[in-house]
């Protein structure tokens, strides 16, 4: 893990017979090795927020025309609805990379990710808006009616926000599944529909996570602005997607990518180690073998003049 680790001395490395990392370890040796690229990452990913940063100046700028600065709004509205669902895709596809330890080039597989999933990535795009902006509206009317006329408006406050949570759990495989399959658009929604219940204790724990997350950062909004807007440029949307892959993926890779290749007679090629046999492997690996360079002790040497 070279994020935090001084670069001056050299180790005897790691033995090839090491025991493979899980769980946690696992991730954090994810997280340490892809640090800078997570902030990379999640700079490309914020680049798609902009249309709604630009909401506030253009209704500024049309402030004496309602229709004008209307239109504009929503128009950007519109904008950000359309590339936000391919935008995650591009991010995702990463994601799914790291977390199967495969190289990924940041930036071409982002846009490549973006492209080949653009037209079922911005249906689901569009649907999560139309559904965050739906549990809004219902957030802020459901509970007047209720004060001001009767108790039963709870109920469809509830149904929304029960609709709402199995929407966001199935966002912790729709886009997965997308960027690792060739699923049409009914399967990808019936099968992400199906894990949301399977695996609820993987939903859970992201879930909770993620609202974790929006929690610290709506404090760093409300008592410390400036920490949050550098955080939100570099930090916290690849962080939870990167968890989300490494925590949902195992389940998708178990209940739809693995059953699909026993059907056919083969083995999932990302569970094959493709490490080198003895008889292919050329030099042999001296990892957790070789003696620890000494640091040379820093002096004046010699000097021929």
């Given at each position: 893990m070279g994020l935090f680790k001084s670069n001056e001395t050299t180790g005897a490395g790691i033995s090839k017979n090491a025991p493979k990392k899980k769980g946690f370890s696992l991730f954090w040796d994810i997280f340490c090795r892809k640090f800078w690229k997570l902030m990379e990452i999640n700079l490309l990913y914020m680049l798609f927020f902009i249309p709604l940063l630009l909401i506030f100046p253009a209704i500024s700028l049309f402030e004496k025309n309602y229709y004008a600065a209307m239109t504009s709004s929503v128009l950007l509205i519109l904008i950000f609805m359309v590339?936000?669902?391919?935008?995650?895709?591009?991010?995702?596809?990463?994601?799914?990379?790291?977390?199967?330890?495969?190289?990924?080039?940041?930036?071409?597989?982002?846009?490549?990710?973006?492209?080949?999933?653009?037209k079922k990535s911005v249906i689901i795009g569009f649907i999560d808006c139309l559904v965050v902006i739906s549990a809004y509206a219902a957030l802020n009317v459901y509970p007047v009616?209720?004060?001001?006329?009767?108790?039963?408006?709870y109920?469809?406050?509830v149904i929304t926000f029960s609709l709402f949570l199995v929407i966001i759990m199935m966002n912790h495989y729709i886009y997965l599944m997308l960027t690792a399959t060739n699923l049409s658009m009914k399967n990808l929604f019936k099968n992400s529909f199906a894990l949301a219940f399977v695996a609820m204790k993987q939903n859970l724990l992201v879930f909770i996570i993620g609202l974790a997350f929006i929690v610290l950062m709506y404090l760093l909004f409300v008592y410390l602005m400036p920490?949050?807007?550098?955080?939100?440029?570099?930090?916290?949307?690849?962080?939870?997607?990167?968890?989300?892959?490494f925590v949902c993926y195992p389940v998708i890779q178990k209940y739809v990518i693995n059953p699909y290749y026993t059907s056919i007679g083969e083995i999932n090629p990302e569970l094959v180690d493709d490490t080198p046999t003895e008889e292919e492997r050329?030099?042999?690996?001296?990892?957790?073998?070789?003696?620890?360079?000494?640091?040379?002790?820093?002096?004046?040497?010699?000097?021929i003049s």
């Open positions: 590339l936000i669902g391919p935008a995650t895709a591009g991010m995702t596809k990463i994601m799914r990379k790291f977390v199967i330890n495969k190289h990924s080039f940041i930036m071409q597989d982002f846009f490549k990710g973006f492209k080949e999933n653009f009616f209720a004060v001001q006329e009767t108790r039963l408006y109920i469809p406050l920490v949050f807007f550098l955080l939100i440029a570099f930090f916290p949307a690849a962080l939870i997607c990167l968890i989300n892959s050329i030099f042999e690996d001296m990892g957790g073998l070789e003696k620890p360079v000494e640091k040379r002790k820093k002096g004046k040497g010699k000097r």
